[in-house]
């Protein structure tokens, strides 16, 4: 596998449900990204993770808990989500060298709450 | 509040057509520019970037882009698009010590054989 991987690509859950996100990069980064892609809005950056810190909440609701294990992972864990979380969520990565970074995605996950 | 405007949703061009897609940020300070692609059933991929030096940068696929620092704009250009440019475009600007990025809300092309 090479670049940002993604899993699963689609996950349906109920607002009880408990599940998690998956994102793995390939490229040797020191810096992942959770951003969320609603119909009809801008792509909104989540949370950002530098050398495994968390370094950014970008206000999102407790009910989304990112981890980051090592710099190769990421994960979104998910619980009593809202109808309106449902959008695609979108992992990025990056190599920080000043402010000369470029970000790569992966595919996303279409996630639909219930 | 720092933002990224585009200022076309939707375009519909023929083969062959020249294309602009406007962008706009309201940032004082300095700004790292982007255009991102995404096709149908793909992901997000980068297009052209811009940090420091020459304003026109050129990008894969033919594109290029112009920044113009008095205009706060990095307005995307291909002088002659082809079907398979049919995708949606997203400008983005990079902020702060972290390079978080701020996306417009995209623009979606069509483009007709």
């Known amino acids: 596998e090479t670049g940002v991987t993604q899993t699963p690509r689609h996950l349906v859950m109920g607002m009880t449900n408990k599940k998690s996100l998956k994102c793995e990069q390939h490229l040797g980064h020191n810096a992942m990204y959770w951003y969320k892609q609603s119909a009809k809005k801008p792509l909104e950056l989540m949370f950002v993770y530098s050398l495994e810190e968390r370094v950014e909440n970008n206000s999102v609701p407790s009910r989304f808990s990112p981890e980051c294990p090592n710099s190769s992972h990421l994960f979104l864990h998910l619980h009593t989500l809202q109808p309106e979380d449902s959008a695609l969520y979108l992992c990025?990565?990056?190599?920080?060298?000043?402010?000369?970074?470029?970000?790569?995605f992966g595919p996303g996950t279409r996630l639909t709450v219930l | 509040a720092q933002s990224v405007s585009q200022h076309n949703h939707h375009v519909i061009l023929s083969e062959a057509a020249s294309l602009e897609l406007g962008c706009n940020y309201s940032?004082?300070?300095?700004?790292?520019l982007f255009w991102y692609v995404q096709y149908p059933g793909q992901h997000l991929q980068l297009l052209l970037k811009y940090f420091s030096g020459d304003p026109l940068v050129k990008g894969i696929k033919g594109f290029e882009a112009e920044f113009i620092k008095s205009k706060f704009s990095f307005n995307l250009r291909k002088p002659s698009v082809q079907w398979s440019d049919t995708a949606e475009y997203f400008c983005a600007a990079s902020l702060g010590g972290y390079n978080k990025l701020i996306f417009g809300a995209g623009t979606r092309l069509a483009v007709h054989p």
């Open positions: 940032y004082g300070g300095t700004v790292n």
């Open positions: 990025a990565s990056s190599q920080r060298t000043g402010r000369t970074d470029t970000q790569y």
